[in-house]
């Protein structure tokens, strides 16, 4: 501490002080202690601000080590931060003044400082942290920059803040630890980092602003590694070779005009030919030729009054197929030639022509095995068959599952097995089937991590490798099974470029984007294949959290008003945070798993009912190598006392005891008013029928006063014929509604016979004035399905005599039952002169009555109500044309019907 050293012994629990003595010799020189070390030979070492300090227990002796300005062998400062003992017995000392290796009491220590002649000397000299990781991997923490020091070579290795997310945070390097799994974590005065050793190999470079010799630009376009093991890369600022054995860049630099070099042009695309010599495609200056062994370059560019020239200067891609034809690829269209020939040809989209190429916006073209030329642009796929020199097109079909996925294509790659695979804007990635011409695709929901791909390549295991708009991934064809790499893994950024990638003979595969390119050996990228170990964070009531560490099988009782809770849990694994993968199950609650991402590392419970449950979680590392085990946690619910069983035993008895008596009691009740009770509803029932059918017994002295007023009228017009005929139909309708009257209720058939018996009867009385219409629901059982009898008639009539009646033109009803659940809704629809007119026309008679049979019929509905808790309705709507004028009625009746 500051304030001295402390032994604990723990048998006791006692702490014993040792401080600094001004009298003692055998003391420490300050109370400020900054560290403590016990060695392999069991001497403690005390790193002090004023100096070191060796302590032997057996005889309690201090020797102490201090800084002689005149002695190079001592150490290089008293103000001692740090002391570490390697894998060899060795004991390094961290001071405020360099770098101290102890050699022995005798020797002294040997120094190492910072120089600013050599580079490969200390940082600086403030070293604050030392440790050798598993691997013997040397680290120093010093005040600026971390340091990775050889000890063979005698040489510091620097790693210092560059701004990119994946460099330390910070060059202030204060501790120095390794995990169980290899990982090394370095706290700065800027956050803590996490180096992860032994699993990405993935190699990355970029543009260093502060070296002249470094990459002119971290947009990468294209990217080719010649048989020296140089790599051509071309850029947004011309094209560059790196020498990785020098870690030193070059560039190509031509005078294009007297303003504009090709070192500070825009590149889209290179490629070397069968020859040696290179060709590079320009952003907007045409096609050059570069020969190596000359220097001598050869420019291609477009002319509007030459139609052998390239038909554009902005050009997307360059490549030379089996014959030494050099094919380009622009915005304008494809072009093509022979180096030998001055003659340039051109292919563009022709509208109407299904045989032209279907876009002139050309990304890639690419030769198959068969040795077959392919083009993706952005309007399909397309295929070039030379002799008959025509395009076959493969376009997006939403129609057609078995189309291309997305229009516009960036990457087509042939496989070892014959697959070609197919990169997409938008589409994901296409696995197609020329023989068949069928695609089948990959997207985001399969576990790609983002649906704009740009190429693939095929690595010596059958694994596919493919760059997205959002990191790269490694496919398996076999098991459709996608393993996803972000900026976290060593990757130059998430979003990469199409013609940015090459696959070298060596097994090598290069990939560029926005910023740089990375290098890596396919079968060097191990998975992280430690299961990580799973934890229980924290364990919440209502958002509080309970103040307790939880391990595996442990157990949580809460109350029944404690059952709002939540649980968060961790993967202990940081190679990769955000990819860590989590499922939970809450047993005998939760029907099936619950699978969380990393940024939602929590489960939430409300209303859990009381009772015994078993919380599981288990999680992936950033690879997915679950850990199926994971942790559980049992969770007992308490019922309330009154839902204790020894509670419900004593309540459920007197409970019994209670109903016990209350049923014998009742029973006896219920023997003496059962008889009473019967014969009471009996009667109750007597009279709704006798009240019914006497409405019905009024029902029809009303309509047969009406009907033989009609007849009275043909007679007296001497109309014997109509009377006859009208006489013979009315017969026919008293039958029906003398038969019908006997029932409560009769089949929906008889009904309408009835009815159209009577509007038969009436369109006689008034000459034909009216026609009439009926609509059943095929749904409606006419045999099977009763209603009331006469419940329809009232309201037939009450539209014939006042509102067709005196209309001027021809009458129409239209009666339409439709089935709705338990109910038949019956329309009834006039063109009438409407109620309004109607009562006009009553009121200028001076005749002042009611509608006997409507108030009958409405008697009979609260009758029918009464029995069937208002299950039956009426509704009257007056009808108006576009006009606004009365045109007509419609009456909505509500039946409930019966069953027979």
Same mark, same amino acid.
């Given at each position: 501490?500051?304030?001295?050293?402390?032994?604990?012994?723990?048998?006791?629990?006692?702490?014993?002080?040792?401080?600094?003595?001004?009298?003692?010799?055998?003391?420490?020189?300050?109370?400020?202690?900054?560290?403590?070390?016990?060695?392999?030979?069991?001497?403690?070492?005390?790193?002090?601000?004023?100096?070191?300090?060796?302590?032997?227990?057996?005889?309690?002796?201090?020797?102490?080590?201090?800084?002689?300005?005149?002695?190079?062998?001592?150490?290089?400062?008293?103000?001692? $931060?740090?002391?570490?003992?390697?894998?060899?017995?060795? /004991?390094?000392?961290?001071?405020?003044?360099?770098?101290?290796?102890?050699?022995?009491?005798?020797?002294?220590?040997?120094?190492?400082?910072?120089?600013?002649?050599?580079?490969?000397?200390?940082?600086?000299?403030?070293?604050?942290? *030392?440790?050798?990781?598993?691997?013997?991997?040397?680290?120093?923490?010093?005040?600026?920059?971390?340091?990775?020091?050889?000890?063979?070579?005698?040489?510091? *290795?620097?790693?210092?803040?560059?701004?990119?997310?994946?460099?330390?945070?910070?060059?202030?390097?204060?501790?120095?630890?390794?995990?169980?799994?290899?990982?090394?974590?370095?706290?700065?005065?800027?956050?803590?980092?996490?180096?992860?050793? @032994?699993?990405?190999?993935?190699?990355?470079?970029?543009?260093?602003?502060?070296?002249?010799?470094?990459?002119?630009?971290?947009?990468?376009?294209?990217?080719?590694?010649?048989?020296? !093991?140089?790599?051509?890369?071309?850029?947004?600022?011309?094209?560059?070779?790196?020498?990785?054995?020098?870690?030193?860049?070059?560039?190509?630099?031509?005078?294009?005009?007297?303003?504009?070099? /090709?070192?500070?042009?825009?590149?889209?695309?290179?490629?070397?030919?069968?020859?040696?010599?290179?060709?590079? =495609?320009?952003?907007?200056?045409?096609?050059?030729?570069?020969?190596?062994?000359? !220097?001598?370059?050869?420019?291609?560019?477009?002319?509007?009054?030459?139609?052998?020239?390239?038909?554009?200067?902005?050009?997307?891609?360059?490549?030379?197929?089996?014959?030494?034809?050099?094919?380009?690829?622009?915005?304008?269209? +494809?072009? =093509?030639?022979?180096?030998?020939?001055?003659? *340039?040809?051109?292919?563009?989209?022709?509208? %109407?022509?299904?045989?032209s190429i279907s876009s002139n916006q050309v990304w890639i073209i690419y030769e198959d095995k068969q040795q077959k030329l392919w083009f993706g642009t952005d309007n399909g796929l397309n295929s070039y068959d030379p002799v008959k020199d025509e395009f076959t097109s493969y376009v997006s079909d939403p129609d057609d599952p078995k189309s291309i996925s997305s229009n516009a294509v960036y990457g087509i790659y042939e496989d070892s097995k014959g697959n070609f695979w197919i990169g997409t804007m938008g589409g994901g990635l296409n696995h197609f089937d020329p023989a068949n011409e069928i695609?089948?695709?990959?997207?985001?929901?399969?576990? /790609?991590?983002?649906?704009?791909?740009?190429?693939?390549?095929?690595?010596?295991?059958?694994?596919?490798?493919?760059?997205?708009?959002?990191?790269?991934?490694?496919?398996?064809?076999?098991?459709?099974?996608?393993?996803?790499?972000?900026?976290?893994?060593?990757?130059?950024?998430?979003?990469? $470029?199409? @013609?940015?990638?090459?696959? =070298?003979?060596?097994?090598?595969?290069?990939?560029?984007?926005?910023? %740089?390119?990375?290098?890596?050996?396919?079968?060097? *990228?191990?998975?992280?294949?430690?299961?990580?170990?799973?934890?229980?964070?924290?364990?919440?009531?209502?958002?509080?959290?309970?103040?307790?560490?939880?391990?595996?099988?442990?157990?949580?009782?809460?109350?029944?008003?404690?059952?709002?809770?939540?649980?968060?849990?961790?993967?202990?694994?940081?190679?990769?945070?955000?990819?860590?993968?989590?499922?939970?199950?809450?047993?005998?609650?939760?029907?099936?798993?619950?699978?969380?991402?990393?940024?939602?590392?929590?489960?939430?419970?409300?209303?859990?009912?009381?009772?015994?449950?078993?919380?599981?979680?288990?999680?992936?590392?950033?690879? @997915?190598?679950?850990?199926?085990?994971?942790?559980?946690?049992?969770?007992?619910?308490?019922?309330?006392?009154?839902?204790?069983?020894?509670?419900?035993?004593?309540?459920?008895?007197?409970?019994?005891?209670?109903?016990?008596?209350?049923?014998?009691?009742?029973?006896?009740?219920?023997?003496?008013?059962?008889?009473?009770?019967?014969?009471?509803?009996?009667?109750?029932?007597?009279?709704?029928?006798?009240?019914?059918?006497?409405?019905?017994?009024?029902?029809?002295?009303?309509?047969?006063?009406?009907?033989?007023? =009609?007849?009275?009228?043909?007679?007296?017009?001497?109309?014997?014929?109509?009377?006859?005929?009208?006489?013979?139909?009315?017969?026919?309708?008293?039958?029906?509604?003398?038969?019908?009257?006997?029932?409560?209720?009769?089949?929906?058939?008889?009904?309408?016979?009835?009815?159209?018996?009577?509007?038969?009867?009436?369109?006689?009385?008034?000459?034909?004035?009216?026609?009439?219409?009926?609509?059943?629901?095929?749904?409606?059982?006419?045999?099977?399905?009763?209603?009331?009898?006469?419940?329809?008639?009232?309201?037939?009539?009450?539209?014939?005599?006042?509102?067709?009646?005196?209309?001027?033109?021809?009458?129409?009803?239209?009666?339409?039952?439709?089935?709705?659940? $338990?109910?038949?809704?019956?329309?009834?629809?006039?063109? %009438?002169? @409407?109620?309004?007119?109607?009562?006009?026309?009553?009121?200028?008679?001076?005749?002042?009555?009611?509608?006997?049979?409507?108030?009958?019929?409405?008697?009979?509905?609260?009758?029918?109500?009464?029995?069937?808790?208002?299950?039956?309705? +009426?509704?009257?709507?007056?009808?108006?044309?576009?006009?606004?004028?009365?045109?007509?009625?419609?009456?909505?009746?509500?039946?409930?019907?019966?069953?027979?």
């Amino acid at each position: 501490t500051v304030q001295g050293l402390n032994r604990y012994d723990k048998f006791n629990q006692v702490y014993t002080r040792t401080s600094f003595n001004i009298t003692g010799v055998d003391s420490i020189r300050t109370n400020w202690i900054n560290k403590v070390i016990q060695d392999r030979n069991g001497f403690l070492w005390i790193a002090t601000r004023f100096g070191l300090f060796k302590f032997d227990d057996s005889t309690k002796f201090f020797t102490p080590f201090f800084h002689n300005p005149v002695d190079e062998n001592s150490i290089s400062s008293d103000q001692v $931060n740090e002391i570490y003992e390697d894998n060899y017995g060795n /004991l390094w000392i961290g001071t405020q003044d360099g770098l101290n290796l102890f050699l022995g009491e005798h020797t002294g220590f040997k120094r190492f400082y910072h120089s600013h002649q050599d580079p490969s000397s200390l940082s600086n000299n403030a070293v604050k942290a *030392i440790m050798e990781d598993s691997r013997g991997i040397f680290w120093i923490g010093t005040n600026d920059k971390l340091n990775i020091f050889d000890r063979e070579k005698q040489e510091f *290795i620097h790693y210092s803040h560059s701004g990119k997310s994946t460099s330390i945070s910070n060059d202030d390097v204060n501790c120095l630890f390794e995990d169980d799994q290899g990982s090394v974590w370095i706290g700065t005065y800027k956050g803590v980092n996490k180096v992860q050793l @032994g699993l990405s190999k993935f190699n990355y470079y970029r543009r260093d602003p502060d070296d002249p010799h470094s990459l002119s630009s971290n947009v990468i376009h294209s990217i080719f590694k010649d048989e020296e !093991g140089l790599i051509w890369l071309s850029t947004g600022k011309g094209v560059n070779i790196f020498d990785r054995k020098n870690d030193r860049y070059s560039r190509l630099h031509h005078m294009i005009d007297p303003y504009t070099d /090709l070192a500070d042009v825009r590149i889209r695309s290179l490629h070397k030919d069968h020859r040696g010599n290179f060709w590079f =495609a320009t952003n907007s200056d045409g096609l050059y030729r570069y020969v190596p062994s000359t !220097g001598m370059y050869t420019s291609y560019s477009a002319s509007p009054d030459n139609p052998i020239s390239l038909n554009s200067n902005n050009l997307l891609w360059v490549t030379e197929d089996h014959k030494g034809y050099i094919w380009v690829g622009s915005t304008r269209g +494809v072009n =093509a030639f022979h180096p030998d020939s001055a003659t *340039i040809r051109s292919w563009v989209h022709k509208p %109407g022509n299904p045989k032209s190429i279907s876009s002139n916006q050309v990304w890639i073209i690419y030769e198959d095995k068969q040795q077959k030329l392919w083009f993706g642009t952005d309007n399909g796929l397309n295929s070039y068959d030379p002799v008959k020199d025509e395009f076959t097109s493969y376009v997006s079909d939403p129609d057609d599952p078995k189309s291309i996925s997305s229009n516009a294509v960036y990457g087509i790659y042939e496989d070892s097995k014959g697959n070609f695979w197919i990169g997409t804007m938008g589409g994901g990635l296409n696995h197609f089937d020329p023989a068949n011409e069928i695609f089948t695709y990959y997207d985001e929901q399969d576990g /790609l991590p983002n649906n704009v791909v740009y190429i693939t390549l095929e690595d010596k295991n059958g694994n596919l490798w493919l760059t997205t708009n959002w990191g790269m991934s490694k496919f398996n064809p076999a098991t459709g099974e996608f393993i996803n790499y972000d900026i976290n893994d060593g990757l130059q950024g998430n979003e990469f $470029n199409g @013609g940015a990638w090459f696959h =070298a003979g060596d097994g090598e595969m290069f990939f560029g984007g926005m910023d %740089g390119f990375n290098s890596f050996i396919p079968e060097e *990228i191990a998975l992280n294949e430690q299961a990580p170990r799973i934890v229980i964070t924290s364990f919440k009531k209502f958002n509080e959290a309970v103040e307790r560490e939880f391990c595996d099988g442990d157990t949580i009782r809460l109350n029944h008003d404690d059952n709002f809770f939540s649980i968060e849990f961790s993967a202990l694994d940081y190679t990769n945070p955000a990819k860590n993968k989590y499922a939970y199950i809450l047993e005998e609650y939760d029907e099936e798993w619950n699978y969380r991402d990393a940024g939602r590392r929590r489960a939430e419970y409300t209303r859990v009912s009381p009772g015994s449950y078993t919380f599981r979680v288990i999680g992936s590392n950033n690879d @997915g190598i679950w850990n199926e085990t994971g942790i559980s946690l049992h969770i007992v619910i308490r019922p309330p006392w009154w839902d204790t069983m020894i509670f419900r035993g004593i309540f459920g008895a007197f409970i019994f005891a209670l109903l016990w008596s209350f049923i014998y009691w009742r029973i006896r009740t219920m023997k003496r008013k059962h008889e009473v009770e019967k014969k009471v509803l009996a009667i109750e029932k007597e009279l709704f029928d006798i009240q019914q059918k006497a409405l019905q017994l009024q029902m029809n002295p009303h309509f047969i006063f009406n009907s033989l007023n =009609a007849i009275q009228s043909f007679v007296i017009a001497s109309n014997t014929d109509k009377a006859i005929h009208y006489l013979s139909k009315f017969s026919q309708l008293m039958r029906l509604i003398l038969s019908n009257s006997r029932e409560s209720s009769i089949p929906v058939k008889d009904e309408l016979t009835a009815l159209k018996h009577y509007m038969d009867i009436e369109r006689l009385r008034f000459d034909n004035k009216f026609d009439y219409e009926l609509e059943i629901d095929n749904n409606i059982d006419q045999e099977f399905m009763e209603i009331p009898p006469m419940i329809i008639q009232p309201f037939v009539e009450n539209a014939i005599i006042h509102g067709l009646v005196h209309s001027p033109d021809q009458g129409h009803i239209k009666i339409s039952l439709q089935l709705q659940k $338990n109910f038949i809704f019956c329309t009834i629809e006039d063109n %009438g002169v @409407g109620r309004k007119k109607a009562q006009e026309i009553r009121d200028a008679s001076g005749i002042i009555r009611r509608s006997r049979g409507m108030l009958i019929t409405r008697e009979r509905l609260e009758i029918l109500n009464k029995q069937n808790k208002e299950k039956f309705s +009426v509704q009257v709507t007056d009808l108006h044309n576009d006009s606004n004028m009365p045109s007509g009625t419609r009456v909505d009746i509500n039946i409930l019907y019966f069953d027979d």
